[in-house]
């Protein structure tokens, strides 16, 4: 059971639109700014005669030419200013800590070539012995960061920068990041998952998602309420005993609403992949082409078989939908659908597997009631 998107998210947060805000505002200023001093350059190019001679054919010409200066300027300016500028903001708000040594180290050593490569190139004749040094500069730090991002593992590995985080890490890939759903953590079972040591990279929490967590641990709906606090007490053994690292992170996702939203495009942009219970999340992450790790899939390829004709001790907690049924729940949340079970909610029953329902969804399991030798509440 997950929280409507206005109980996860609530309404845009005023940071993020105050950032939309300041973000359009200084934009259109440098769109204004980028028009007016692209016409006064054309203006000035066109004007470089002797006005006395001039027509108003040419007068004409250069009013439309400091337009069209105008408006390639209002439109061009964003693409070398504010869309550069914030798109390094947000690779460099979402680099790890090993990318950002890698770009270091690969930064370092470009610039260290083209220092040295521009000795030479400062000989060659005229503007070539001025320009070449900074263009081939340039070009190396590019491709020293590149390669060093692309080649990261290896390198870092070969100069002895990345090693086992202990015993609890072992040698897995730091790179490989995995997005906790709120679904998964209040599930239970990536605990007991991560615990086995399959998992590899680190187990990312997003903030927004321990908040969505929070919320729900503090619902005043009784059963709301302890999922939400079955989802803390998750986090907290993942900490403590699983062998993969676990961040709790404070990236927010601007332009998005609701928790779903918000960790799909935080995949997109971190290139993670998604651990999650969520059918509906599973689905529109797919749709993105984003590689996620359901573990209700994973828990119908390992699970232990449950066969028609078996019977399984169950608490029925509720009643179902349909008149006389009573619910309960197998110690992996899989729901068990009781005939006749509706006077039996509240006690602990034998139950003869009837059926079993197998969906990417979860499985869910029917079944009756066996006959007690005592009156329920008298055992």
Same mark, same amino acid.
């Given at each position: 059971?997950?929280?409507?998107?206005?109980?996860?998210?609530?309404?845009?947060?005023?940071?993020?639109?105050?950032?939309?805000?300041?973000?359009?505002?200084?934009?259109?200023?440098?769109? #204004?700014?980028?028009?007016?001093l692209?016409?006064?350059?054309?203006?000035?190019v066109?004007?470089?005669?002797?006005?006395s001679?001039?027509?108003?054919?040419?007068?004409?010409? /250069?009013?439309?030419?400091?337009?069209?200066? @105008?408006?390639?300027?209002?439109?061009? &300016?964003?693409?070398?200013?504010?869309?550069?500028?914030?798109?390094?903001?947000?690779?460099? @708000?979402?680099?790890?800590?090993?990318?950002? &040594?890698?770009?270091?180290?690969?930064?370092? @050593?470009?610039?260290?070539?083209?220092?040295?490569?521009? /000795? %030479? +190139?400062?000989?060659l004749?005229s =503007?070539?012995?001025?320009?070449?040094?900074?263009?081939?500069t340039?070009v190396?730090?590019? #491709?020293?960061?590149?390669?060093? +991002?692309?080649?990261?593992?290896?390198?870092?590995?070969?100069?002895?920068?990345?090693?086992?985080?202990?015993?609890?890490?072992?040698?897995?890939?730091?790179?490989?990041?995995?997005?906790?759903? $709120?679904?998964?953590? &209040?599930?239970?079972?990536?605990?007991?998952?991560?615990?086995?040591? #399959?998992?590899?990279?680190?187990?990312?929490?997003?903030?927004?998602?321990?908040?969505?967590?929070q919320?729900?641990?503090?619902? %005043?709906? $009784?059963?709301?309420?302890?999922?939400?606090?079955?989802g803390?007490?998750v +986090?907290?053994?993942?900490?403590?005993?699983?062998?993969? %690292?676990v961040?709790?992170?404070?990236?927010?996702?601007?332009?998005?609403?609701?928790?779903?939203?918000?960790?799909?495009r935080?995949?997109?942009?971190?290139?993670?992949?998604?651990?999650?219970?969520?059918?509906?999340?599973?689905?529109?992450?797919?749709?993105?082409?984003?590689?996620?790790?359901?573990?209700?899939?994973?828990?119908?390829?390992?699970?232990?078989?449950?066969?028609?004709?078996?019977?399984?001790?169950?608490?029925?907690?509720?009643?179902?939908? =349909?008149?006389?049924?009573?619910?309960?729940?197998?110690?992996?949340?899989t729901?068990?659908?009781?005939?006749?079970?509706?006077?039996?909610?509240?006690h602990?029953?034998?139950?003869?597997?009837?059926?079993?329902?197998?969906?990417?969804?979860?499985?869910?399991?029917?079944?009756?009631?066996?006959?007690?030798?005592?009156? +329920?509440?008298?055992?």
């Amino acid at each position: 059971m997950r929280a409507s998107p206005a109980n996860r998210a609530g309404s845009l947060p005023f940071r993020a639109v105050v950032w939309q805000v300041t973000h359009l505002n200084v934009e259109i200023v440098l769109r #204004f700014i980028g028009g007016i001093l692209a016409g006064t350059t054309v203006f000035q190019v066109l004007t470089n005669t002797d006005l006395s001679r001039w027509s108003s054919f040419d007068v004409g010409m /250069v009013y439309g030419g400091c337009s069209l200066g @105008f408006l390639i300027g209002y439109l061009a &300016i964003p693409y070398v200013t504010t869309r550069p500028f914030f798109w390094l903001r947000n690779r460099m @708000f979402h680099a790890t800590a090993s990318d950002v &040594i890698a770009a270091g180290i690969g930064l370092a @050593f470009g610039l260290l070539s083209g220092a040295l490569l521009s /000795v %030479p +190139l400062s000989f060659l004749p005229s =503007e070539y012995g001025r320009v070449l040094p900074l263009i081939s500069t340039a070009v190396l730090a590019y #491709f020293g960061i590149a390669t060093m +991002l692309t080649h990261k593992q290896g390198i870092l590995t070969a100069m002895g920068l990345t090693g086992a985080r202990g015993n609890r890490s072992g040698n897995r890939p730091e790179s490989r990041r995995l997005l906790l759903d $709120s679904s998964a953590i &209040i599930d239970g079972r990536i605990a007991d998952i991560a615990r086995t040591g #399959f998992l590899g990279g680190t187990l990312v929490v997003p903030r927004f998602v321990l908040e969505e967590i929070q919320h729900i641990a503090d619902s %005043p709906d $009784s059963i709301r309420r302890n999922r939400g606090r079955r989802g803390l007490e998750v +986090l907290s053994d993942l900490q403590k005993e699983s062998t993969s %690292p676990v961040e709790i992170s404070d990236v927010d996702v601007d332009r998005a609403v609701g928790v779903d939203a918000k960790l799909v495009r935080l995949a997109q942009t971190l290139g993670c992949s998604i651990i999650t219970t969520d059918y509906n999340l599973n689905g529109v992450a797919q749709l993105q082409g984003i590689e996620v790790l359901n573990v209700n899939l994973l828990a119908n390829a390992v699970r232990s078989v449950i066969l028609q004709g078996e019977e399984v001790a169950i608490q029925l907690i509720q009643e179902g939908k =349909e008149p006389s049924q009573g619910v309960g729940y197998l110690e992996d949340g899989t729901m068990v659908v009781v005939e006749n079970g509706r006077s039996a909610v509240g006690h602990t029953v034998d139950v003869l597997v009837t059926k079993v329902l197998q969906t990417a969804a979860g499985r869910m399991i029917f079944g009756r009631m066996k006959p007690s030798p005592l009156p +329920l509440g008298e055992g």
